[in-house]
């Protein structure tokens, strides 16, 4: 005989068998959600940065060398015997003093009809020279108290707000580039000076009847400076026109940057320059003076065929105290060929092509959502913005294949 169960034994039963299937389903709930958080898409962390506005400019950055601007070959004007040149490269000349040559006549030739001839011609070539020089010296003596008018002129309405600083600043680099034309004009008005005495003391060698008292043919230095290249230093029979040596000042320095042919196009006279890596700590400010009009075929370290151009540059500032620069050193420029202030602008991360277009993401509300953008000057740090982003937007920089427009990001930390 099978006695039943109690009451109480069956609600134990059933509140039993409740809890275990209440467990089954919030365990199977608990593994339904792990797996939907474990194959919902994380927020991809990414790296931002801020819409802003101010000053941008675009350079060329390129190797180049100093030289001397204004370099003078000392060829004699006479046929002879020269002398053993003592004189070294680096040694200090002082116009119309250092004797640089000597030349021993050759009665022969100098009492050569022809020679004589040919003398008196180069006088009068050099009297030309001479003329023409001192009218371009005051051509530019000229030139430069115009601009220096006009300078002033513009100082004044500058302080009334009736030009802009930009103006007033290429009115002052006129007067810093005509001031250059004129020292320069003033180098090539001595030297003209030079070159007539010169021929002159020839011509009347070349005149002279009596051999006995031809003296010997002195070349004397036809400016202040330096010797730079002594060509020919051992006593030998010389003709007019061989070049003895070469003499400068080598504080008179220019700098010349070989610039691809495509770079140089947007070069233009006057534009701001930085010299780097001369040697020094510092920086020197500088100031394109020319860009030759011809180039000329380079080939680079790795063989390949270039099309460059020659850019002189002018000095601005000199070496510090304790560094100086020579002849034929190695420098680097940084050329500015635009700048503006202010410009909005973004850093060059942020933007990348698709097809044609410029595009950027931007990061609002958690998701990246892409917009195109029309970029203007690029100078590999920075990249002018025309349209399609606002001051103060954040923008994704160097977005993730992953990242999709609507996708959620975090930015990193």
Do not use: C
Not at 187 to 204: G, H, I, P
Not at 311 to 340: N, S, Y
């Amino acid at each position: 005989m099978n006695a039943s169960s109690s009451p109480s034994q069956n609600g134990r039963r059933s509140r039993a068998g409740l809890l275990r299937r209440s467990f089954v389903w919030l365990l199977a709930i608990g593994l339904i959600a792990a797996l939907i958080a474990g194959f919902r898409p994380r927020p991809i962390e990414v790296e931002t940065a801020v819409v802003s506005s101010g000053p941008m400019s675009v350079f060329v950055l390129e190797e180049g060398k100093t030289r001397i601007r204004h370099r003078h070959t000392i060829s004699p004007p006479v046929a002879g015997m020269l002398e053993r040149i003592p004189l070294r490269a680096g040694e200090k000349i002082e116009a119309g003093k250092t004797v640089l040559a000597t030349i021993h006549p050759a009665p022969s030739n100098f009492l050569d009809p022809r020679t004589m001839a040919e003398a008196e011609a180069r006088v009068q070539a050099a009297q030309a020279n001479q003329q023409l020089r001192a009218a371009q010296q005051e051509r530019a003596q000229s030139a430069l108290e115009l601009a220096n008018k006009e300078k002033a002129r513009l100082q004044l309405l500058l302080k009334t707000g009736a030009i802009s600083v930009r103006e007033m600043d290429q009115a002052a680099n006129a007067v810093e580039l005509l001031l250059r034309e004129l020292n320069a004009a003033r180098f090539a008005v001595q030297v003209s000076d030079y070159e007539l005495a010169q021929a002159q003391a020839a011509a009347r060698q070349a005149g002279d009847t009596t051999s006995g008292k031809i003296g010997p043919f002195v070349l004397k230095a036809p400016v202040d400076g330096f010797v730079l290249n002594v060509f020919e230093e051992s006593a030998r029979a010389v003709t007019p026109g061989l070049p003895l040596m070469e003499v400068g000042d080598p504080a008179d320095l220019e700098a010349e940057i070989e610039m691809l042919s495509s770079d140089a196009v947007s070069v233009q006279a006057g534009a701001e320059v930085t010299i780097e890596k001369w040697g020094g700590d510092t920086t020197l400010r500088g100031r394109v003076s020319l860009v030759e009009p011809g180039g000329y075929t380079k080939f680079s370290a790795l063989g390949v065929e270039e099309q460059r151009v020659k850019v002189r540059v002018d000095f601005l500032d000199q070496p510090p105290p304790g560094k100086w620069l020579g002849d034929r050193f190695r420098v680097e420029a940084r050329i500015i060929t635009w700048k503006a202030d202010p410009v909005l602008q973004v850093p060059s991360g942020a933007l990348f092509r698709r097809g044609d277009d410029w595009m950027a993401f931007l990061l609002e509300d958690g998701k990246a959502s892409a917009v195109q953008v029309s970029a203007g000057h690029n100078n590999g740090l920075q990249a002018e913005v025309k349209s399609g982003l606002a001051l103060g937007q954040t923008v994704l920089l160097h977005p993730p294949d992953k990242v999709t427009d609507g996708r959620a990001v975090v930015p990193r930390k």
